[in-house]
Each structure stands twice: as structure tokens, then as C-alpha cells.
T-cell receptor, first 116, second 112 residues
Framework: GAVVSQHPSWVICKSGTSVKIECRSLDFQATTMFWYRQFPKQSLMLMATSNEGSKATYEQGVEKDKFLINHASLTLSTLTVTSAHPEDSSFYIC????????????FGSGTRLTVV | QKEVEQNSGPLSVPEGAIASLNCTYSDRGSQSFFWYRQYSGKSPELIMSIYSNGDKEDGRFTAQLNKASQYVSLLIRDSQPSDSATYLCAVPRNSGNTPLVFGKGTRLSVIA
């Protein structure tokens, strides 16, 4: 089945530094990647939608200059958390929907970010 | 704004029983519906998808859709402790390649 590989699975960084999260579609072309954030005991909240070769679309309240999204190829989308603060600590998950019908969405394995 | 509502639980059932998880959605025009299972610290995994009114069965899982009532449910027969997880109901925001809108999830606990 369709697989999205997400790295790293966990990362600890210091406040003020930047962290890059990568999501690769391994066996399909992901023209669109959805980025979610999940805080403890809460559901997934959409942060942004990235489209290959164009600017990402951010949800209301998500700072585009803080969460930089790049979707340079049909198989790779990246999310960079810039100048990270402890409140950015969360579980970040990417998702894509393989084309070809009404298939379910495939999720990456998630990245647990802890900012200290 | 499309909304998906779920009872957050926890829902506790004994091993071997039927677990019933419910979900309602706000947009009458929604066409596809998904149930995901999420273990603590893991990303969601697809359990069932349903598009037509009625029941859809896959092993121990049955999804039920009632578009008139804007209601979708997931039944888990012969519940096992390994089924203990949070179950997320999700609906695409729009048609085409658009993101999923998730409910808050129902936490299921199967007691051995």
C-alpha cells in the first residue's frame, strides 16, 4: 500500500533553534501533503497544505514565517519549525492521499518535537 | 466550517463484547467517511472507509452510515485488549484532494 515515510520520529532541540521534518511518499506521487499538529489528549489539527511547486496554504492562526513548508518534488515535503519555543512541542504528522479513487489518506509515522 | 463530533469517552467494554463508536457530521453534502485508530504516541491508521448508506463489514469491524441522520458509526465485534486506542472519525473538508477534518476521537478501553 501507499507509504509516507516521516523523519525524524523524535527530536529534542533548544529554544531558538530550527528543526526540519521530512515526509517522503515512497510508492506514489504526492502532489499535495497535509501537515497536522497534535497536542496531548487532543485531536489532529490541520496546520497547512503543501502543493508541489507552489506556496503552501496555511490555516488561520498558523504563522507561515514560523512554520516553513517546502514541497519541491512530487515525493518530498518538509516542515521547518523556526526559532522553536517550548509551546511548539507537539506531535507533527504529515498525510497524503494517493490518487486513483476514493482511497483513504496515508499518514506518516509522526515526529515528536520537544523544545527545551 | 465542516465539523465532526464524537463522544470523547472513555468507553470501556469487556473483552469479547461489541464496542460501538459514534460520530455525527455537520455537512449534509459529505460523501466519504473514514475511521482511524490511533494508539498513544503513534500516528493514525485507517480502519474503515464508507461512502454509501448502510453497513460495510471488514473482519471484526463494521461501519454504518446514515446520511439522512448525518451519522456514522463503527462497531467492533469480539473486542480485544489490543483494540484499546483512540478512534478518530474523519471527513474530507471538500471534494477532491482536500484535508481531513477530524473529530476529537473516542478513547476505547477493552478490559480483559
Amino acid at each position: 500500500g501507499a507509504v509516507v515515510s516521516q523523519h525524524p520520529s523524535w527530536v529534542i532541540c533548544k529554544s531558538g533553534t530550527s528543526v526540519k521534518i521530512e515526509c517522503r511518499s515512497l510508492d506514489f506521487q504526492a502532489t499535495t501533503m497535509f501537515w497536522y499538529r497534535q497536542f496531548p489528549k487532543q485531536s489532529l489539527m490541520l496546520m497547512a497544505t503543501s502543493n508541489e511547486g507552489s506556496k503552501a496554504t496555511y490555516e488561520q492562526g498558523v504563522e507561515k514565517d514560523k512554520f516553513l513548508i517546502n514541497h519541491a518534488s512530487l515525493t518530498l515535503s518538509t516542515l521547518t519549525v523556526t526559532s522553536a519555543h517550548p509551546e511548539d512541542s507537539s506531535f507533527y504528522i504529515c498525510s497524503a492521499r494517493p490518487t486513483g479513487g476514493r482511497n483513504g489518506y496515508t499518514f506518516g509515522s509522526g515526529t515528536r518535537l520537544t523544545v527545551v | 466550517q465542516k465539523e465532526v463530533e464524537q463522544n470523547s469517552g472513555p468507553l470501556s467494554v469487556p473483552e469479547g463484547a461489541i464496542a460501538s463508536l459514534n460520530c455525527t457530521y455537520s455537512d449534509r453534502g459529505s460523501q466519504s467517511f473514514f475511521w482511524y485508530r490511533q494508539y498513544s504516541g503513534k500516528s493514525p491508521e485507517l480502519i474503515m472507509s464508507i461512502y454509501s448508506n448502510g453497513d460495510k463489514e471488514d473482519g471484526r469491524f463494521t461501519a454504518q452510515l446514515n446520511k439522512a441522520s448525518q451519522y456514522v458509526s463503527l462497531l467492533i465485534r469480539d473486542s480485544q485488549p489490543s483494540d484499546s486506542a483512540t478512534y478518530l472519525c474523519a471527513v474530507p473538508r471538500n471534494s477532491g484532494n482536500t484535508p481531513l477534518v477530524f473529530g476529537k476521537g473516542t478513547r476505547l478501553s477493552v478490559i480483559a
